[in-house]
Structures are given as C-alpha cells and as structure tokens.
C-alpha cells in the first residue's frame, strides 16, 4: 500500500512529474511573454525616437503617401490572360 501511495498518492511520483510539467510550460510562456514584451518595448522606444518608424507604419498600415506621391496599381496577369 505505501508503494501505491508513493506513486499515485498526492505527493507521488506522477503527481511531481505532471506538476513538473506545468512548471515547465508555465517557465515557457513567462519566457515567451519576456520576448514579447522586449519587442514592444523596442517598438515603442523606435516610436517615440524615429520618425522613419512612424512614417513606415503609416505607409505600410494606413495607405499613406507623401505629397506629390504617385500611386500606380498593377494587376497581376494570370495564365488565362496571357493567351489572348
């Protein structure tokens, strides 16, 4: 009976083994949370510095364009077009 407590009991061998494998998932996405939140720290920092970053993200999320600026918009030819 001591040996079945051992191993299934609430502080057996697979209780440390499934509450060490939470441990590590739980290091895991704290690791990945750190990465995340140095990423926009730097974005952040970039956007308060740069104004290149600034005028990049209205470019490329907004659809903004300079003064004077041409927009020209090419279509794709697909294989069908190509025959004619």
């Not at 299934?8 to 990465?35: H, I, W």
């Not at 003064?67 to 918009?73: N, R, S, T």
């Given at each position: 009976?001591?040996?079945?407590d051992?191993?299934v009991?609430?502080k057996?061998?697979?209780?440390?083994?499934k509450?060490?494998?939470?441990?590590q998932?739980?290091?895991?996405?704290?690791?990945?949370?750190?990465?995340?939140?140095?990423?926009?720290?730097e974005q952040?920092?970039?956007?308060?510095?740069?104004?290149?970053?600034?005028?990049?993200?209205?470019?490329?999320?907004?659809?903004?364009?300079?003064?004077?600026?041409?927009?020209?918009?090419?279509?794709?030819?697909?294989?069908?077009?190509?025959?004619?």
């Amino acid at each position: 009976m001591l040996v079945v407590d051992a191993l299934v009991g609430d502080k057996g061998l697979l209780a440390m083994m499934k509450v060490r494998q939470e441990y590590q998932a739980l290091e895991q996405s704290l690791t990945d949370a750190k990465s995340a939140n140095a990423q926009l720290r730097e974005q952040a920092r970039r956007l308060r510095e740069d104004p290149d970053a600034i005028e990049e993200i209205a470019r490329r999320e907004l659809g903004l364009m300079k003064p004077g600026e041409k927009l020209f918009i090419v279509k794709d030819i697909g294989p069908a077009d190509q025959k004619r």
